[in-house]
């Protein structure tokens, strides 16, 4: 009896590519658990050197690890290394000589998920973590490249619904559609009234503590946006407590008191690192 059904589930691998390409190692979903409380925790490191450094050691032990675990080597293997290079952006960005490095990684990256992706025929499917990140990916390359931004702008939006089709509740996906939803005008299906319902959904079904930091952050930026401060100031609270030494946190504080919101900020970084010295600057009134 065992040995049939040892043949039976050799089978399904074998005969039905999407059981193979639709799940990830318990192994990976361990260590992706993992990854969400360890990028909080390298967010109070003392330099950027340092929380690379700690990244760095993460992704070496995961890789040493995932060949002896995993389902889908190839697929798993992608998740983390978008993981990674998402990570390496925020600490290196502001290292102006790294920008074009970082770009051709961005880019590189997305390339090779999207060829996974391709690869997939009829009712496949892949594992909702690698369609949120290649989203994620994706959306931070369109960053460099205005031209980038048109042509993937909507590819963005799909892929982050696709990793919601596959789990409705899964915050990382839902605080990303909603960042999508708050940039993108009514016009073209976005709206800060859809991204408050994403970022609502995303702080509700946070399933552990890193998620939950985040999509707490992300919706007290939504209130800090609306004016609505003391709002804001108990869900970025809220996040402080999860790390209390966290320079992430330590820094949207600062964007706040000087007037802006994180999402202010992250639309036009470029030109406000130095403004930002200037506490008299004013933010202008974005209504939806």
Known sequence: MKLFFSIVS???????????HAGISSYAEQRIAEFMKFRVEISSCATNKESLQLLAEFKNETDRNLPLHSIDVEQEKL???????MERHHYMYDEVDKRPFLCDAMKLQMEKNETYLSKLKGKETANKWLYVLTGDVTSCY?????SATLRYGFRVKELYEKALKLDSGLSYALTNLGQWMFYAPKIFGGGKKKAFKCFSHAVESSRNDGEQFFSD???SQYYFDRKEMGL????LEKASAYNQDSRYVEQIK?????GWSLFYYNRHRAGIDEDIKNSNYKEPVDED
Request: hydrophobic fraction near 50%; proline fraction near 3%.
């Open 254 to 258: 600062m964007l706040n008191e000087n």
């Open 79 to 85: 998740i983390f290394d978008s993981f990674y290079v």
């Open 232 to 235: 804001s100031k108990e869900f």
């Open 142 to 146: 369109m960053t460099f490249s205005l």
């Open 217 to 219: 952050i992300y919706m």
């Open 10 to 20: 050799f089978c399904m691998c074998v005969l039905c590519p999407s059981f193979a």
